[in-house]
């Protein structure tokens, strides 16, 4: 979907962004002349320090255009997330951006079609819902079977909720870069 120097560009944006908000940094401008970036896209940012999760938040529902939500991800994943404390400016060098930009998600009615690593999954039942990233299961090593369990989970359901007709579940693919990737791909 994105280019090496448009990848570069969204995480210079989020880098910026933390910058600004930790360490007194100039506030970072958005690429107006770049229309794909300007596009509205869900997304999420996550950020990792020794390769430990740090923070991650996104929305689902893209309002406004990717490079707005990727400021204001940045932001609530160094600020908001409840699993966290904030992240402090002290920490900012040690701090490595990941970029997950989201493709529209699909209905799943046949558990058997989703590919653990490609697919993203969103489960939903009644008021509860929690949404894992494609990678995720990869990073853990995560059967089909385990990831649809860790999704329930998320979402505040039982293990095995997937399995009842009343719970819903959708599927997307995401476009997933980071700045260790994209500083390698000169």
């Known amino acids: ?22 360490s007194d940094g100039p506030e970072p401008a958005l690429p107006l002349a770049d229309e794909a970036l300007m596009e509205p896209k869900g997304a999420f940012v996550t950020l990792k320090r020794h390769g430990l999760l740090r923070g991650c938040i996104g929305t689902l529902m893209p309002e406004q255009p990717l490079a707005q939500i990727i400021l204001e991800m940045a932001e609530a994943a160094a600020r908001e997330d409840p699993r966290f404390p904030p992240v402090r400016g002290i920490e900012l060098p040690e701090i490595e951006i990941e ?21 993203g999954l969103l489960m939903r039942r009644g008021s509860h819902s929690g949404l894992l990233l494609p990678q995720v299961p990869t990073e853990y090593g995560w059967s089909r079977e385990e990831f649809l369990d860790h999704t329930c989970h998320k979402a505040g359901l039982p293990v095995g909720a997937w399995r009842d007709p009343e719970t819903q579940i959708w599927s997307f693919s995401a476009e997933v870069f980071s700045e260790a990737e994209v500083g390698e791909e000169d």
């Open 99 to 119: 970029i997950s930009v989201l493709t529209p998600f699909e209905p799943v009615f046949d558990t058997e079609e989703i590919e653990v690593g490609v697919h």
């Open 1 to 22: 979907m994105f280019t090496t120097a448009q990848r570069r560009r969204l995480l210079e944006l989020a880098r910026a962004q933390l910058g600004y908000l930790l």
